[in-house]
C-alpha cells in the first residue's frame, strides 16, 4: 500500500495538533450536500459567513477543508519536512484515522475519559512550558477563546487518537510469523535488493562521579528547613522563595506549578512519594532525589491530581571531589590497561553507575533494549566518545555530565562489532524476522481496510475527489 509504506506518519499530539471535528452517530450527510455544507458564525440576523467547509465524511467523523493547511503547518512546526508530502497524502493519512476511530467504537473498544484528561493535562503543561506558563499566549497561539473549549477539543483529539491506535493494535495483534514464513520472505528479496545493515557493536562504560561532603549536604538542608520555618511561621511566600532560590529550571517554565497524577508517573519516585503523602497547604520536610535536596508544598488536590510546587537546592561539588573522581577512574583505567583486571569485573566493583554496573558496565540500547548499536543510529554524544575506538581499547578518561547537570568521568570500551554487510539469512535472522513480520502486518491492515472502506459511510469533496489514493476512499 503506498500511502501505508510511504507515509505512515505517527503525529504525537504533544508536538503537533491538528482539528479533529466529532458529529453525531446519527447525522448523516448526502452526496450533494457536501460541497456545500460548512461550520459557519452567524453575524446579524440575516448574514452568515462561511468559516470552513466539510472535505470529508468517514463514519461518525468529519474532516474540515482548514484541517488539511493546519496539519500541514503543525507537521512543519514539529520538524517534519513536508516538501514531498501532498495534500492527497495528507488527506489520505486523516481518512485512515478516522475510520480506525469509527470502527474502534463499532467494535466496543473502550478508551478511559480519565486517563485522556490526564493526558490532556500534561499536554497542556508541556505547552505552557513553551510560553513560560501564560494560558493567554496559549490560547491565542491555538485561536481557542477560552481554556474550556481548549481543553474539549484537545480532549476529542486525543479520544479518537486513542481509538485509532487500539483499533489498528486489534487488528495486528494476532498476527504471527513462522520461521518457514520468514524464509520465504527473505528468499523472495531479489539479491541485488536484500537491505543493508550498518556497522553495530556492543559499549560499555565505567563511570566515576564526585562524591558530596556531608557537611555540604547538611548546609542545603538547613537552608531548606529555613524556607519552611520562614513560610510556615512568618508567612512568607512560597513561590517567592522557590523564584528566589529554586534551582528546578523547568519549574519556571509551567508557570512555577506541576501536576501530579496518581496513576501517571510523573517526576522520580522519592518525590512522588513526598507529595503524596501531604495533605493540602502542608510544606514536607527537606527530601534526597539523584537532582539535589527538596522541600514541597502541596498547593491544592483535585481527586487524583496534585498541585505541587518545591524548591530544590544542590549541594554544591568541591573541587578537591571532582579531582579524587577523576584519579579513582584514571588507575581503574590503568589496571584495565596492564591486564590485572577485566572491564566487566572493574564495572562490577568500582563503578558508581547502578543502571550498569551489575552487567559489567554493558550499555542497553533504548531502542531495541539489547545490547547491541547501530553506528548510524547511535545517539550522537556516545558515538563522539566511541567513535575512535578499536574494538577492546579502554577510553581515556572523559568528562561528562549526569541528567542533571552534575559532572562525571566515564571510561568505555567496544566489543562483537559487526561491520556494514548486506543481509544473511543465519547472521540477521531476527533482524529479517522483524522485517518479515512488518510486512505481514501491513497486509493485515489494508485488508482491513479494504472490507472496512465498503463497509463504512465515506464521502470526499471537492478537489479531493481528484486524489489518487493508494486506498479505494472513493470506492470506484
Known amino acids: 500500500m503506498k500511502f501505508s509504506n510511504n507515509f505512515r506518519l505517527k503525529i504525537v499530539f504533544g508536538l503537533s495538533i491538528f482539528t479533529l471535528n466529532l458529529i453525531s452517530a446519527q447525522e448523516v450527510i448526502e452526496e450533494e450536500d457536501l460541497e456545500v455544507k460548512a461550520a459557519v458564525k452567524t453575524v446579524d440576523t440575516t448574514n452568515a459567513v462561511k468559516v470552513d467547509g466539510v472535505a470529508a465524511v468517514v463514519g461518525d467523523y468529519i474532516i474540515l477543508e482548514s484541517d488539511i493547511p493546519k496539519n500541514r503547518i503543525q507537521l512543519e512546526a514539529s520538524g517534519y519536512n513536508t516538501k514531498d508530502i501532498s495534500n492527497c497524502e495528507l488527506m489520505g493519512k486523516l481518512l485512515e484515522d478516522k475510520l480506525y476511530a469509527h470502527h474502534a467504537i463499532q467494535d466496543s473498544i473502550e478508551v478511559s475519559d480519565a486517563d485522556i484528561r490526564r493526558n490532556v493535562d500534561y499536554q497542556i503543561e508541556q505547552f505552557l512550558q513553551q510560553v513560560n506558563g501564560s494560558m493567554e499566549r496559549l490560547l491565542e497561539f491555538y485561536k481557542k477563546e477560552d481554556e474550556k473549549s481548549f481543553r474539549d477539543e484537545m480532549f476529542e483529539i486525543n479520544k479518537a487518537n486513542q481509538l485509532a491506535a487500539r483499533m ?7 498476527v504471527e510469523i513462522t520461521p518457514e514464513e520468514v524464509r520465504a520472505y527473505f ?14 557493536l556492543k559499549v560499555a562504560r565505567i563511570v566515576s562521579k564526585p562524591k558530596v561532603s556531608e557537611e555540604e549536604k547538611q548546609k542545603v538542608i538547613d ?17 517567592s522563595k522557590v523564584i528566589l532560590y529554586g534551582e528546578d529550571p523547568g519549574l519556571k517554565q509551567s508557570g512555577y506549578k506541576y501536576t501530579l497524577h496518581r ?3 510523573r517526576m522520580v519516585k522519592e518525590f512522588r512519594q513526598v507529595a503524596f503523602s501531604l495533605q493540602e497547604g502542608e510544606i514536607s520536610e527537606p527530601f534526597e532525589t539523584d537532582f539535589g535536596f527538596h522541600i514541597i508544598h502541596l498547593q491544592k488536590i483535585r481527586g487524583q491530581e496534585y498541585d505541587v510546587s518545591h524548591i530544590l537546592l544542590r549541594p554544591k561539588v568541591s573541587d578537591e571531589a571532582i579531582k579524587e573522581a577523576k584519579d579513582r577512574l584514571e588507575k581503574i583505567r590503568q589496571r584495565i590497561v596492564n591486564g590485572d583486571i577485566s572491564f566487566a569485573d572493574a564495572a562490577l566493583e568500582a563503578s558508581d553507575e547502578e543502571e550498569t554496573r551489575a552487567e559489567g558496565g554493558q ?3 533504548p531502542t531495541t533494549q539489547d545490547y ?20 577492546g581499547e579502554v577510553s581515556l578518561v572523559l568528562s561528562d555530565q ?12 567496544v566489543t562483537d ?12 535472522f531476527l533482524k529479517i524476522k522483524d522485517l518479515a513480520l512488518q510486512e505481514k502486518r501491513i497486509r493485515a491492515i489494508e485488508k482491513w481496510q479494504s472490507e472496512k472502506i465498503m463497509d463504512t459511510y465515506i464521502k470526499i469533496g471537492g478537489e479531493y475527489r481528484d486524489c489518487d489514493f493508494s486506498s479505494n476512499w472513493l470506492k470506484k
Open 417 to 428: 562489532r559487526v561491520d556494514e554487510h548486506k543481509a544473511d539469512y543465519a547472521q540477521d
Open 263 to 265: 496513576k501517571q508517573p
Open 187 to 200: 528468499n523472495n528479496i531479489p539479491e541485488d535488493e536484500r537491505p543493508v545493515f550498518g556497522t553495530t
Open 363 to 365: 550499555l542497553i540500547n
Open 372 to 391: 547491541n548499536f547501530e553506528l548510524t543510529k547511535m545517539d550522537t554524544d556516545l558515538y563522539t566518545q566511541i567513535q575512535n575506538l578499536e574494538d
Open 223 to 239: 537552608r531548606l528547613n529555613e524556607f519552611k520555618a520562614d513560610v510556615e511561621e512568618n508567612g512568607a511566600s512560597f513561590r
Open 168 to 174: 489498528q493494535s486489534k487488528v495486528v495483534e494476532d
Open 402 to 413: 549526569e541528567r542533571t547537570g552534575d559532572i562525571k568521568f566515564v571510561i568505555l570500551t
